[in-house]
């Protein structure tokens, strides 16, 4: 079956960095729209950012300019560059396909920001 592995999550303070890593099997990130989601408390899951086959890129509002999405083929891996985090950017972050197949959602990995 599918398995999408977050992991690079962490406690960070303000205008600090981060870098999410998603690491696929049984599915190629290649050939795959890929996105990044995440759901803070008490919110609903919210797709932040999307990388399609072709490597066309897209934000949320909230996060241009200070996140990228990237992918590494070779590894199929799938990568978040989060800079300049806020307070608000806390929540747990998954990454799956995008649109999101239900069936393919991982443990995630906590981002939390906070001096």
């Known amino acids: 079956q599918v398995q999408l592995v977050e992991s690079g999550g962490g406690l960070v303070q303000p205008g600090g960095s981060l870098r999410l890593s998603c690491t696929a099997s049984r599915i190629s990130v290649r050939l795959n729209a890929m996105g990044w989601y995440r759901q803070a408390p008490g919110k609903q899951r919210e797709l932040v950012a999307t990388?399609?086959?072709?490597?066309?890129?897209n934000y949320v509002d909230s996060v241009k300019g200070r996140f990228t999405i990237s992918r590494d083929n070779a590894k199929n891996t799938v990568y978040l560059q989060m800079n300049s985090l806020k307070p608000e950017d806390t929540a747990v972050y998954y990454c799956?396909?995008?649109?999101?197949?239900?069936?393919?959602w991982g443990q995630g990995t906590q981002v939390t920001v906070s001096s």
């Open positions: 990388i399609t086959i072709g490597v066309r890129i």
């Open positions: 799956n396909t995008a649109p999101a197949d239900n069936s393919y």
